[in-house]
Structure formats: C-alpha cells, structure tokens
Antibody, heavy 122, light 110 residues
C-alpha cells in the first residue's frame, strides 16, 4: 500500500528557505501515470496547490508561487522535495505531499501524506 | 478569493440529503473533470469523488458527484454525524495551467 511521509523543519525564520521532503514507500516514484505534488493549508483556511513534478523532472507550479518555488525528485531515494524561498508569516501552513493521477481530462490527488506543520517565525 | 466557488457552509439533519455546489468557468470545470475531497478535523484530505462521479474503493455510495457545464455538485444522502467535515472541489485550470481548489464547505450535521 502506497504511503507518503513529509519531513523537514517545523520552524523557519522569515526571509529564509523552507525545505521539505516527501518519502514514498510501498510503490514506485517512476510511474508514467502519476505526478507528485505539494499542497498547503494555512491555519483555519482552505487548501492551496503549490506545484507538481513528474519522475522525469518536468514541473508545474502555482503561478502565484512560481518565483519562489522549486520542486525536485530523487528517484534513487524514492523522494521528492519542496523548496520555498524568501518565506514570510503568510507561508505558515500544514504542508501535504500527494500522489497525483493524471489523464487526458483528469488531474487528482489520490494518496496523501499526513501533513507537516511549518511555522515561519523569528 | 478561490477560482472555484463553494458555499462556505451547509447543514442537515441525520438521514437527510444534502448537496454542495461548486461553480467555475470554461477553463476549469468546463474543460476538465471535477474531484471532491472530505477533510475531517486535524486530518489530511481524503479523495471522495474523482472524474466527476467516480467513487474510490471504500467510499460509501451515499456520496455521489455530478457535473453540468461549468458547475459541479456533491450529494450526500442518508446524512450521518460522521459526515461532519469540510468538503473541497478541485480541478485543473487550462488558463492558469494549475490545480484550483474551491474555498471549501463546512458541513454541519444538526
């Protein structure tokens, strides 16, 4: 059974870089029918898509975050990672990683990690 | 301001049927399939409906989804107390070239 686990610092200082890793277990990250993505949820607010990556390295990013986001994949470690630079308090959120099913008209997250809380504060 | 519009709240009594709407545009719902997620307090979202109306294995048939034009809806029949949660609609937007979420609907079972 596929499982995803987020890991990384829970506290990041303003203006610094947030770095998270998602480790995939029970399945392959090199699937040709799936992307891998990051989604976040600020406290008390809704969900926001950050971006996605294919095992080949092809990426899609939320236009509102594109200038600050980098998502990468390491197939040998069966992991993919998120880097968000120049963070502010507005980046405080629960960060989720997820597997994404992609088809001609389909694009949905079918397996999610449990999420990790990241607080931006000095 | 979310790209997809959902009512912020909905409610019903046990056994009732409740519907949650999701309104979009030709570049998102009008062009791609809609998916629905249920998020219980303090937990990760769970896929409830995919491809407009398909239920993943394990999701009760009390949950159903539909789409017409640039709108979609989630229906929950035989409402139960454990259905109290936040519900989100999600799809791809061809113009934004990204995933867009509804703002979420908080369902209260009275």
């Amino acid at each position: 059974q596929l499982q995803l686990q987020e890991s990384g610092p829970g506290l990041v200082k303003p203006s610094e870089t947030l770095s998270l890793t998602c480790t995939v277990s029970g399945g392959s990250i090199s699937s040709t029918t799936h992307y891998w993505g990051w989604i976040r949820q600020p406290p008390g607010k809704g969900l926001e898509w950050i971006g996605s990556i294919f095992y080949s390295g092809s990426t899609d990013y939320n236009p509102s975050l594109r200038s600050r986001v980098t998502i990468s994949v390491d197939t040998s470690k069966i992991q993919f990672s998120l880097r968000l630079n120049s963070v502010t308090a507005a980046d405080t959120a629960v960060y989720y990683c997820a597997r994404i099913v992609v088809g001609p008209w389909d694009y949905y997250m079918d397996v999610w990690g449990k999420g990790t809380t990241v607080t931006v504060s000095s | 301001q979310s790209v997809l519009t959902q009512p912020p709240s909905a409610s019903g009594t046990p056994g009732q049927r409740v519907t949650i709407s999701c309104s979009g545009s030709s570049s998102n719902i009008g062009s791609n399939t809609v998916n629905w997620y249920q998020q219980l307090p303090g937990t990760a979202p769970k896929l409830l409906i995919y491809s407009n109306s398909q239920r993943p294995s394990g999701v009760p048939d009390r949950f159903s989804g539909s789409k017409s034009g640039t709108s979609a809806s989630l229906a929950i029949s035989g409402l139960q107390s454990e259905d109290e949660a936040d519900y989100y609609c999600v799809t791809w937007d061809d113009s934004l070239k990204g995933v867009v979420f509804g703002g979420g609907t908080k369902l209260t079972v009275l």
